[in-house]
């Protein structure tokens, strides 16, 4: 059937004015879509925008501009009260003000052993190269300053305070340790380098410590080491040294002088009734141990370690182990010396022994390795942790005793022939480092009811093994015989 049969064609829409049957004035050109008319007939009108007083009528009038300034205004004023009140906190809060350090408050000192410049040429100068070439190892591990230890006596020191056949090797160590960032301090204590003290008073004999002085500093020297007992540790003598050493020192670049308290109380400084030994010297140190032949029992050891833990710190102290204590206390000392106010003055032989862990010779070469290597792994441990924590280097110090009733509940293993558990605290801010060194020969508790004010909760940061890892409840923490732990406390809420 054809597609177009009838009067119409396809796709034709019949006129809607029309009937319905379309028959007259159908047609293909008929409107699609019809426009629609008002009430009146007439078709509206197109659509337009609105103006801006229709825009205001239909958004509430021109008071709603008014309402959004105000509370824009609002926003504002609300942003920058809390802000305010954020920074009003902030500085009406207690916190600590950090003192300006100088290089020797925050470096750690390596003494080393007075025979490296002994015996034949030969001898000295491999010890030399040895040395020169552990520099940046040593630097590595947070050794920050040398002290140079056996360079000189009475009988072969000359005006110049230079040891001959030693010399050139002494240059190339200063050399070698400038270029690896360590600073030199030589020791001259109880060599009467500059003369005796009845000849101190001469004129010759002040020319001549100025010009040793001098020659030393001009080599890079950073200062010098003496002892209580020197003919130099006078008021008048000190004051000569103070005048040359800050001729060279420098903005950092602080020359010092250091000096070893090897009696019971250091012999004061007097000028006009003022007590002036912070002035003249730069750091007292002092000895954790007694200086004996003999080795110290336990109880010797605690009770030493006490002693300077209740000694008020009225001056710049430096620590170092000084007497010989039992080998397996070394590694609980070397805690310690990280750990105390001041600054540290480590032993050679403190990081590089050379017995086994029994305390005996060991032929074992690896055992030797081992043990070396663990206990450098302790000192870069804690010299790191030293460098990093603000606490540890110039934070409050507090000493933590035992009463008796708790020291009688401290563990069920302990005994009354075993000391007891020391302690004390380094505090900066909210941060607070607690300390603990166990040094009797059985494990060692705390008692929950000892420091109530103190948080339970830390994190270990050293220990004396290298096994103490992650988080720590004092309640249930044990201590083995001759431990030290260093644990970082925590204020309840705060994980900083």
Known sequence: MPLNVGDTGYGSVADPGLSASGAAGSSETAALLVPEFGEEGQQEQEWRPMSKEELEESAGGPGWRRVRGYLVVLFWLAWLAMLAIAVAIIVTSPRPVATPLTWWQKSVFLQLQSDLFTGTPSESSGAVDVLCDQLPYLKSSGISALILKGLFDSSNATESGERLGTLPQVQRLLGESENAGLKVVLDVCD??????????????????????????????????????????????????????????????????????????????????????????????????????????????????????????????????????????????????????????????????????????????????????????????????????????VFGSFTFLPFNASSNATLSSHSSSSSPPLLAFLRSWGCVHFLVLLNVGSEPLGLDPTWAPSLPEAGVFVASTALDRLGAVNLDTLMLQPCEAVVVKLFEPGSYS
């Not at 140190?285 to 029992?297: A, E, F, G, K, N």
């Not at 080998?327 to 540290?344: A, H, I, K, N, Q």
Request: net charge negative; hydrophobic share 40%; with cysteine.
């Open 191 to 392: 060599v009467q380098l500059f003369g005796a003290r009845e000849e101190l008073e001469s004129k010759e004999a002040w020319n001549a410590t100025q010009r040793a002085l001098h020659f030393w500093l001009g080599q890079g020297v950073a200062g010098f080491f003496m002892c209580d007992t020197d003919a130099s540790y006078t008021e008048k003598s000190l004051m000569l040294w103070k005048g040359v050493l800050e001729e060279f020192s420098e903005k950092d670049e602080e020359r010092i002088v250091v000096v070893s308290q090897t009696q019971e109380h250091l012999p004061p400084l007097v000028v006009s009734g003022q007590q002036l030994n912070v002035t003249l010297v730069d750091v007292v140190l002092r000895s954790v141990l007694p200086d004996s032949p003999r080795l110290q029992s336990a109880r010797q050891v605690a009770d030493a370690i006490e002693t300077h833990l209740q000694t008020p710190k009225d001056t710049w102290l430096g620590w170092m182990v000084g007497g010989k204590a039992p080998y397996d206390l070394r590694r609980l000392l070397l805690v310690l010396l990280m750990t105390l106010p001041g600054t540290p003055v480590v032993q050679y032989d403190q990081l590089y022994p050379a017995q086994g862990e029994n305390g005996s010779e060991s032929s074992d070469f690896t055992d030797k390795f081992k043990l070396r290597h663990s206990t450098v792994a302790l000192f870069s441990s804690l010299s790191h942790n030293r460098a990093r924590e603000e606490a540890l």
